[in-house]
């Protein structure tokens, strides 16, 4: 099956009593057993449930695993994955990653006695630099959050093999419709289902896919022993949601390449940050390890935040608000919101500044959001 049908497909068509076309919520906490030896696959909704079952063989599905687990949300995903590791593990991150993830690495987890490395992934060699002989782990997000780096997968799953670490890629910036880490080699793949997987901005939740089996089995034991597992109506909702992933992310990409475009000649801008940009020091790798550029952006204006502020108040169709892959354009201040979690240092060193602003292009007409960007940024 191509992609987009397994999207539609994968998971579904299991109502065996009155063959509904969609998957049925069950929001049963628990299931009876016909003796003490025999049910019907599931007991207890903690452990298991056949709305989330559903979800997770869709999900499996589209990244190419072999196993997947559908938690509460995106960080209850990265919580579960980390525990592929034990405290005095080192573990290598990109230092521009996700503000909450950061928070989780270098706030919870390192007083808990794990270590980390935060490192410029944009050159592979940073990685290969950072390796200590307790490396247990390498943390990719690519492309990277608000910058938008593009990170040479292979070329990092390849060192991390050699070291013996697991690696483990936060693909929710591009959803498998334009990016399968585990074609680059990569062990585990976690996504945020809140942004381009579920993409209506309706649900919090996340996912675990593994390709390995003791992988599998471990994240399988961690999110019934946390109780980490998203609820049957979530889980609905995020299946319902990965339909219609494909043409949603292709009418998301228009929009944000005619958005990037405007912007990079726009006098009020002094960078964007969109690997579709020729100009993009990641286009290329893009083209390579990618099916598109995706629909995130950022740029920095000339101005500074009275600028930033000023063209959030001026925008009518973007609203201010954290998050990403919903149908609606939304725009975001790094610097106070999605990476406040991180310290100045942190964000300075990733290159944050106070001049940039995120961007999640939504689905609504090109012109329309190009037309809206402009009179905000003239006002
Ligand atoms: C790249 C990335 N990973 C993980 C998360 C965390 O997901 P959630 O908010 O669903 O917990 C986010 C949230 O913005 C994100 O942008």
């Known amino acids: 099956m191509q992609f987009q049908t397994r999207c539609v497909h994968v998971g579904v068509n ?19 057993w016909d003796d003490l030896n025999t049910h019907k696959g599931y007991d207890y909704t903690r452990s298991g449930n056949p709305t989330r079952k559903a979800l997770e063989e869709n999900l499996a599905a589209l990244e190419g695993g072999i196993d ?82 593009v990170v040479d997968i292979a070329a990092i799953t ?19 419709y334009l990016q399968r880490p585990f074609e680059l080699g990569v062990d585990v793949v976690v996504h945020s289902t809140t942004k381009y997987l579920n993409g209506h901005s309706d649900v919090v939740g996340g996912c675990v896919v593994t390709r390995h089996e003791e992988h599998a089995e471990r994240i399988g034991y961690i999110v019934n022993a946390m109780g980490l597992g998203c609820s049957p109506f979530d889980a609905w ?84 608000a954290e998050s990403l892959g919903g149908v609606e354009s939304l725009v975001e201040y790094p610097e106070t919101m999605s990476h406040a979690s991180m310290t100045l240092e942190a964000r300075r060193e990733a290159g944050i500044s106070e001049r940039t602003i995120r961007v999640s292009v939504g689905i609504e007409s090109p012109e329309d959001l190009v037309a809206d960007m402009r009179q905000a940024l003239e006002g």
């Open 14 to 32: 299991k109502d065996t009593a009155y063959n509904s076309c969609i998957t049925p919520i069950y929001p049963s906490s628990t299931f009876y």
């Open 68 to 149: 997947c687990k559908a938690t509460c949300t995106g960080m209850a995903a990265i919580t579960t994955a980390m525990h592929l590791f034990r405290p005095g593990d080192h573990i290598i991150a990109g230092h521009d990653i996700y503000g909450g993830t950061y928070r989780l690495f270098a706030d919870v987890m390192t007083s808990q006695g794990y270590r980390f490395s935060f490192v410029n992934m944009g050159d592979p060699e940073n990685v290969r630099a950072a390796l200590t002989p307790e490396t247990k782990g390498i943390w990719i997000e690519s492309p990277s959050n608000p910058l938008l780096n």
């Open 158 to 176: 390849e060192i991390a093999r050699s070291a013996g670490a697991v690696s483990v890629a936060d693909n929710t910036f591009l959803s498998p």
């Open 237 to 320: 909702l995020v299946l319902r949601g990965v339909k219609t992933l494909g043409p949603r992310v292709e009418a998301h990409q228009r929009g944000a390449m005619a958005l990037a475009r405007m912007l990079d000649e726009h006098p009020a801008v002094d960078r964007v940050y969109y690997p579709g940009l020729e100009s993009h020091p990641g286009h290329e790798l893009a083209k390579r390890q990618q099916d598109g550029f995706g629909a995130m952006l950022s740029f920095d204006v000339k101005g500074g935040r009275p600028d930033a502020e000023r063209v959030f108040s001026r925008l009518k169709l973007f609203s201010l």
